[in-house]
């Protein structure tokens, strides 16, 4: 196996050294800054660990939101937790069952209706903005839950479509046979056979559905405008602007009360996010 | 006999019934949308007034290639994607040959943590990158302390090299993404052809330019096409940081359709113009991308 020399060794290490300290430099920053008071900001205080720790910012940033923004921070939360839990299962059963037609079922168009889905990955949210905002507006969905719901799923579906059937093919069709002649529905077959085999690029798709959206922004500010449904990222971008001035400590306390569930979800997950990447990556 | 038949129809309705829900949303909210969007640019639309009443023919494209916002916030897109796609890949694939041939400690710890800032919010990390770039924060801080204080700047007042400015932030944010994704598609070169390689006296140059980088090619094109698409779509990180402004100076396609939409205090509502520009930058961006592709084509033949 190839090996570096002496010098590209230790430029390597230097290399990687310099990417780490660059990554996470930011979010320790914004760490230490979120115990601060706003007076004590730079480095005379303590350059990394302050001097004088004010865990009161979290609490600030808690007041602030419920009493100035009229957000509840956890209420906002339960509302990203709402807004992805539902996307993640509509799209997946529904991406699901539609990939083991394409698999495994004959049906006429069937190529097409796939090119149709795999191409319209390549279409960007902001055309859909316009006409949903109308629409939803016509049938009384503005500011619900389902009015982010709808277009998540219906984004997301393709994506899992694509990553589903290329899995879903590598099960072997003479299975799904025996099944249909022991007299078992497609439907049984897809439940008790495939579902179970298909680990793997089920937890792809719930990454892939998690990250879009979870942080998807533009369709949630435009679509919610109701504070007590908004969800994580439209709460968040509330902390700039506006007439307020906010301390940079409490700011930051804010900024850090929506990274730690995800960094707690990622720190658990971690296995499932890389190998999701990968797998994505392999089978696009 | 019927038992037969019903059990035959059963089967060959099964897979309509299987694909209908993904078709409904399909259709309903991708499909309408799309064309409804399309039909309404020959037409006046603003604000309250139902769609379709007033039919301009080609005037919004006509007032679209007359304005001077649309063309900033072309460029100011581009600028975006193409840094993005040039900088966030070549990094992320410098970052994946290194741990491909480097062999490091704690490899996957170091993944990891390269890997996190992706699965935050753009708008969290917009945010966390706008503390650190105040006049007085700490950006400006570092240099000073590295005497380097000549180089400091009320970063976010450079309007005119605040895309580039964006452009690092969401290759810090991405850079971690492409680099498993390049790894993905090195660890399934089969080793024996880079012990081959080596045996015969192949440099680390020549194997990354050589043998590498041609095998992992397919995988280089979906990290491009991904950035490609990803940096036409940006909108969280323009919008905390300038919203657009000053006078649409830093206004990309996302914010500018924003500003004419759904900016309250702008109050314009210009629906039709709006879905206008995202069809015409739309057919741009497919335009550009397949004169590429015919270059890239005839440079392979």
Redesign the interface.
């Known amino acids: 196996m190839f090996r570096f020399n002496k010098i590209t060794y230790i430029l390597s290490r230097i290399f990687i050294a310099v990417i780490i300290v660059g990554i996470l430099f930011p979010l320790i920053w914004i760490l230490s800054l979120s115990f601060r008071d706003s007076s004590h900001i730079f480095q005379a205080y303590g350059f990394i660990i302050p001097k004088y720790l004010r865990p009161q910012n979290y609490l600030d940033a808690l007041n602030f939101y419920n009493n100035v923004l009229e957000v509840n921070f956890f209420r906002m939360f339960l509302n990203s937790i709402i807004v992805t839990g539902a996307t993640l299962l509509l799209a997946i059963s529904s991406a699901a069952i539609a990939s083991y037609a394409f698999s495994h079922l004959k049906f006429i168009l069937k190529d097409m209706l796939y090119f149709l889905l795999v191409i319209s990955m390549m279409i960007p949210a902001q055309i859909l903005i316009i006409p949903l905002f109308y629409l939803f507006s016509k049938i009384k969905l503005l500011d619900t839950y389902l009015a982010i719901i709808l277009p998540y799923t219906a984004l997301g579906i393709p994506i899992c479509v694509l990553i589903l059937t290329s899995f879903f093919q590598n099960i072997p069709k003479e299975l799904r046979d025996a099944a249909v002649i022991d007299g078992a529905s497609d439907f049984t077959y897809f439940i008790k056979i495939v579902m179970p085999l298909s680990k793997a690029a089920l937890a792809t798709c719930v990454i892939f559905l998690f990250l879009f959206a979870w942080n998807e922004f533009l369709m949630a500010s435009v679509f919610i405008k109701n504070n007590t449904i908004l969800p994580v990222p439209v709460g968040m971008s509330l902390l700039k602007g506006g007439p307020y001035i906010v301390p940079w400590g409490v700011y930051a306390a804010a900024i850090n009360l929506s990274i730690f569930p995800v960094l707690i979800t990622f720190l658990v997950f971690q296995k499932w996010f890389i190998r999701g990447v990968t797998l994505g990556a392999l089978k696009g | 006999m019927l038992n037969q038949r019903l059990q035959n129809l059963?089967?060959k309705t099964?897979?309509?019934l299987?694909?209908t829900?993904?078709?409904i949303?399909?259709l309903?909210?991708?499909g309408?949308?799309?064309l409804?969007?399309f039909s309404?640019t020959f037409f006046n639309w603003v604000g309250n007034k139902p769609?379709f009443l007033e039919f301009i023919g080609l005037k919004n494209y006509y007032d679209l290639f007359r304005d001077i916002n649309f063309y900033t916030a072309l460029k100011n897109t581009f600028i975006f994607t193409i840094g993005t796609v040039i900088f966030q890949n070549l990094?992320a694939y410098?970052?994946a040959l290194?741990f491909y041939?480097?062999r490091?400690k704690f490899e996957n710890i170091?993944?990891?943590?390269?890997?996190?800032?992706?699965?935050?919010?753009?708008?969290?990390v917009s945010?966390?990158?706008?503390?650190?770039l105040l006049s007085?924060g700490?950006v400006n801080?570092f240099l000073n302390?590295i005497k380097l204080g000549i180089f400091a700047k009320p970063w976010l007042m450079q309007f005119n090299i605040l895309m580039w400015i964006l452009v690092g932030i969401n290759v810090?944010q991405y850079?971690?993404?492409n680099m498993?994704?390049f790894?993905?598609?090195l660890q399934?070169i089969d080793?024996q052809v880079?012990?081959a390689a080596?045996i015969d006296g192949a440099g680390?140059r020549t194997?990354i330019t050589r043998v590498v980088t041609p095998i992992i090619k397919p995988?280089i094109i979906?990290?491009v096409i991904?950035t490609t698409?990803g940096g036409?779509?940006v909108?969280?990180i323009v919008?905390?940081f300038t919203?657009g402004g000053p006078i649409h100076l830093t206004e990309v396609?996302?914010t500018y359709?924003?500003f004419l939409?759904?900016d309250y205090t702008a109050g314009l509502s210009k629906?039709s113009y709006?879905?206008t520009m995202?069809?015409a930058s739309?057919f741009i961006v497919f335009i550009i991308g397949i004169i590429r592709y015919r270059v890239t084509i005839r440079k392979v033949t």
């Open positions: 059963k089967y099964t897979p309509y299987f694909i829900p993904t078709l949303f399909f309903a909210i991708l309408f949308p799309i409804f969007s309404v769609p990094i410098i970052i290194l041939f480097g490091f170091i993944k990891t943590t390269v890997f996190f800032p992706a699965v935050l919010a753009p708008v969290v945010l966390v990158w706008k503390n650190m007085d700490f801080y302390a810090w850079v971690g993404y498993i994704i790894y993905a598609g399934s080793p880079i012990e080596t680390l194997l995988t979906l990290a991904l698409l036409f779509k909108f969280d919008f905390i919203k396609i996302t359709l924003y939409s759904f629906f709006s879905s995202i069809f739309m």
